[in-house]
């Protein structure tokens, strides 16, 4: 079974540039999440996705962050624009739900490390 | 606050050590609880989970993880690391499909 995809996986750039983040989950997976890794810390999420819907954004800097997953599969992730203190990993992760609680285990992909100069 | 706590930051170890890294948890009601690894230049992988039963759950690789609800507690455990166990690991927990994780625990071994 092919992995969850990410490109690109290493990006740099300036402060108040715009940057984008391709994810492509492993096939059959409804839901998709993207998370922010800061160094020194876990993953924090960002947004959730079921097939195309949003499932929650509450941690999502909405003034600068937004993501899309128009056709249920593939997804990007665009920060406009970019802070120093958005320098992170970006991980992308799928799972298949599964039961009434969410009995289920996210796959992740390899991330985009991201450098804000 | 709601959260997920790992006690240790870095743990050095020699081979043939035994290991037990901890994880508490302060969200109430009904959790799914996961360990997850990174080794170095890899992305995060799945050690092992809890949804119910056998509080004690085996995972890959000889690691294995004990539920203690009354603790708040899901702390990992191997009885003798290896060279290549050196990696980061995270302790997660899912509350309503919402997944938290916890900072992290780097390990070390050294040969």
């Not at chain 1, 995809?5 to 492993?26: D, G, H, L, M």
């Not at chain 1, 992760?93 to 490390?113: D, I, W």
């Not at chain 2, 706590?5 to 035994?18: G, K, P, R, W, Y």
Request: one cysteine or more.
């Amino acid at each position: 079974e092919a992995g969850v995809a990410q490109s690109p996986r290493y990006k740099i750039i300036e402060k108040r540039q715009s940057v984008a983040f391709w994810c492509n989950p492993i096939s059959g997976h409804a839901t998709l999440y993207w998370y922010q890794q800061i160094l020194g810390q876990g993953p924090k999420l960002l947004i959730q996705f079921q097939n195309n819907g949003v499932v929650d954004d509450s941690q999502l800097p909405k003034d600068r962050f937004s993501a899309e997953r128009l056709k249920g599969v593939d997804s990007t992730l665009k920060i406009q624009p970019a802070k120093l203190e958005d320098s992170a990993v970006y991980l992308c992760a799928s799972s298949r739900v599964s039961g009434l609680r969410g009995h289920y285990e996210q796959y992740f992909g390899p991330g985009t490390r991201l450098t804000v100069t | 606050a709601q959260s997920v706590s790992q006690h240790n930051h870095h743990v050095i170890l020699s081979e043939a050590a035994s290991l037990e890294l901890g994880c508490n948890y302060s969200y109430g009601g009904t959790v799914n609880l996961f360990w997850y690894v990174q080794y170095p230049g890899q992305h995060l992988q799945l050690l092992l989970k809890y949804f119910s039963g056998d509080p004690l759950v085996k995972g890959i690789k000889g690691f294995e993880a004990e539920f203690i609800k009354s603790k708040f507690s899901f702390n990992l455990r191997k009885p003798s690391v290896q060279w290549s166990d050196t990696a980061e690991y995270f302790c997660a927990v899912t509350v309503n499909n919402d997944m938290r994780f916890g900072a992290g625990t780097r390990l070390t071994v050294k040969p």
